[in-house]
């Protein structure tokens, strides 16, 4: 009677053994995960045992990862998942540990959770993240300069230190909404800070949560953007009172669609500019822009492609390309802080919905502007330069008097309602006086 006491204790220690040592790797292992459904199997027989691999947000692992399934100490059988994260294995009735092996060498795996199975509970989760990168790059924020790691899509066990702040890099490839959460229940909250590697913003940027997760919304047309070839966030994560967490990036959806995200139509000039030299002796008069509508006419002279005044022998019309005018600064200047576009919608209301195309007149201008009159930065009026400032000015407002881009103020700084907005797009031009 003691020898068989003393087996039982023996395999109840062995037992005990294999089942601390089946973990791959993981701490703070939670509680073991059986199926609820029971399965009813006679002695000697066979049952079909189930292990399903996946993250905190119940996504599987579909690759890369072998199932090994154990009795006692002893390997049994093994199996790769397949593309639901799933391996299955048909064995003789009985309990099973399970470990985990990762093809290609790859350890950089935590496993939060791995299941016994038994006959009457044959399936079970595995509960793993992916480990970041030892790599860091060097980040500069208030404070100093800091290491920040990157890590990818998915769940992601971040090491921490505790009632610090640490950096993470995530790097999306294709836009959406991505939200990003802490996603064991760690007491670690997450913050997301810019996309500038040189110094990045001290306060939170990302809209927050009730529980405490943050959202962002990737645009198509921040990916592959910047100095690094595409946009990186900078996420932050707290902790005051635990030292390592689960970080979780997840995209939800696509990302708004908006008109920055539309490609630029590059505007076809008519005209061929040829380096020009004001006639000797040239003077400028301005145009009055409270005038009647039918006060200037443009004429076309066709052999030169410039446009005179009310006549094809009247005096030459000139835009100031390189020179301020009264009103506005010239393209010269507009183009050193930002292009000169239009955007082109089907109907007054400027929605996504009923958004045409963008159009862009930066490389035609700078065309123009490497012709111009080296003295007084003037260039002939063409079919080309009254389009553009029409169309540009059209979409900045220059002469909306509703637009706080409206060009025309008076002595005391107030819009100036006399001014004639049929004509007001010369308000870059004058003509030979």
Not at 341 to 351: D, H, I, L, P, Q
Not at 403 to 429: G, H
Request: hydrophobic content about 35%; some cysteine; glycine content about 8%.
């Amino acid at each position: 009677m003691a020898k068989r006491i003393f087996s039982l204790l023996i395999c109840a220690f062995l037992l005990a053994s294999t089942l601390l040592l089946s973990a791959c790797g993981g701490k703070d292992v939670e509680g073991l995960k059986d199926n609820d459904k029971e399965v009813e199997k006679a002695d000697g027989g066979d049952v079909e045992y189930t292990v399903t691999v996946k993250d905190y947000l119940d996504k599987p692992y579909t690759t890369g990862i072998i199932v090994k399934f154990f009795n006692g100490k002893e390997q049994v059988a093994m199996q790769a998942v397949d593309a639901n994260g799933v391996a299955k294995k048909t064995l003789p009735a009985g309990d099973y540990t399970v470990e985990l092996s990762f093809t290609g060498g790859n350890t950089s795996y935590y496993c939060a959770s791995i299941p016994t199975l038994t006959a009457k509970a044959p399936a079970g989760d595995a509960i793993i993240a992916t480990n970041h990168s030892s790599e860091s790059t060097a980040i500069f924020a208030p404070g100093g300069e800091y290491n920040a790691y990157s890590i990818e899509e998915g769940c992601t066990y971040v090491s921490l230190t505790k009632g610090d702040r640490t950096y993470f890099l995530f790097t999306p490839t294709i836009g959406g909404h991505y939200v990003i959460s802490v996603a064991d229940g760690a007491e670690a909250t997450v913050g997301s800070y810019g996309g500038n590697l040189h110094y990045i913003m001290e306060n939170n940027i990302a809209s927050v949560n009730e529980d405490g997760s943050i959202y962002l919304d990737i645009k198509d047309s921040m990916i592959g953007q910047g100095e690094t070839g595409t946009t990186i966030v900078v996420l932050g994560v707290d902790t005051e009172t635990a030292d390592n967490c689960v970080l979780a990036i997840e995209r939800t959806g696509d990302a708004t669609k908006t008109i920055e995200d539309e490609p630029w139509t590059d505007y076809t000039a008519v005209h061929t500019p040829a380096p020009y030299t004001l006639p000797a002796g040239t003077t400028f008069a301005e145009f009055d822009l409270t005038a009647s509508t039918d006060t200037y006419k443009m004429v076309l002279d066709e052999a030169t492609g410039y446009y005179h005044l009310n006549s094809v022998s009247g005096p030459i019309v000139y835009v100031r390309l390189a020179v301020d005018s009264d009103y506005i600064a010239c393209y010269k200047t507009i183009l050193d802080k930002q292009g000169v576009v239009k955007y082109f919608y089907n109907s007054e209301e400027k929605t996504y919905e009923n958004f045409v195309k963008k159009e862009s007149y930066s490389q035609c201008l700078f065309d123009y502007l490497e012709c111009v009159d080296e003295t007084e930065g003037v260039y002939p009026l063409t079919e080309d330069l009254m389009y553009i400032i029409q169309q540009n000015g059209d979409h900045m407002g220059w002469w909306d008097t509703e637009s706080p881009n409206y060009r025309f103020l008076n002595d005391a700084s107030q819009k100036d309602y006399t001014v004639n907005t049929e004509i007001a797009w010369l308000l870059m031009c004058c003509y030979a006086g």
